[in-house]
């Protein structure tokens, strides 16, 4: 059965710091990625999604990047965080004509 | 894609049935309506999905209407862990297509002792 990791669960960053959140999909080969973003009391904002390695589209201008090196591995980052990073970040992915399957979350305060 | 409209909350006694509705007044003929819900903390979580016809899975009915501008989902029998927050979710794409699905604010359901 397909499986999807994040981590960490939970961090607490200093602005200015840099920030990455690993997200690994297991038991599927070439799904799309994506990450989203919920802000607190907020719905969930979809940042980048990838169909393929090395292939990031990216929904909003932002303090954020990401990547895929791996096939099953999606990479959020930043140089520097802003407090306005400050959310829960979900990884979610699909394969074909298939539903979104999302991750635990990893939820980042920002001080 | 669509837009679509819910209520941002609503109570249901626990063990009644929960209706959960969801207007989608511009939708196209091949735009799917999907349910994901979530509960606090965690991430979202597939209910259902239709295009014209009701349909029903171990977790949910869905309720298209004839002229597909609106749906309802049913929960049957609702219970203390059905609290969350339900996404009504209107996309071109089964599956939602390469690019994601675009989530709303949708309805926070409270199921009440």
């Known amino acids: 059965s397909q499986t999807i990791h994040q981590w960490p669960a939970t961090l607490v960053q200093p602005v200015g710091s840099p920030l990455s959140l690993e997200c690994t999909v297991e038991?599927?080969?070439?799904?799309?990625l994506y990450w989203y973003r919920q802000a607190a009391g907020r719905g969930l904002q979809l940042l980048f999604y990838?169909?393929?390695?090395?292939?990031i589209s990216s929904e909003v201008p932002q303090n954020l990047s990401a990547s895929r090196p791996q096939d099953r591995q999606f990479i959020l980052s930043s140089k520097k965080l802003l407090l306005s990073d400050s959310g829960f970040y979900l990884c979610?992915?699909?394969?074909?004509?298939?539903?979104?399957?999302f991750g635990e979350g990893s939820r980042l305060t920002v001080l | 894609d669509a837009k679509t409209t819910q209520p941002p909350s609503m109570d249901c006694a626990e063990g009644r049935a929960a209706n959960l509705p969801c207007n989608h007044s511009?939708?196209?003929?091949?735009?799917?309506v999907y349910w994901y819900r979530q509960i606090h903390s965690q991430g979202p979580q597939y209910i259902i999905h239709?295009?014209?016809n009701n349909e029903t899975n171990e977790m949910a009915s869905l309720i298209i209407t004839e002229d597909r501008k609106s749906s309802t989902l049913i929960l049957p029998h609702a219970t203390l862990r059905d609290t969350a927050v339900y996404y009504c979710?209107?996309?071109?794409?089964?599956?939602?297509?390469?690019?994601?699905?675009?989530f709303g604010k949708g309805t926070h359901l409270i199921i009440q002792p």
């Open positions: 511009t939708i196209s003929g091949n735009e799917y």
């Open positions: 038991g599927t080969s070439n799904p799309n």
């Open positions: 990838s169909v393929g390695i090395g292939q």
């Open positions: 979710i209107v996309t071109r794409y089964s599956g939602g297509g390469a690019d994601g699905l675009t």
């Open positions: 979610a992915w699909r394969r074909e004509d298939r539903e979104l399957f």
């Open positions: 239709g295009l014209k």
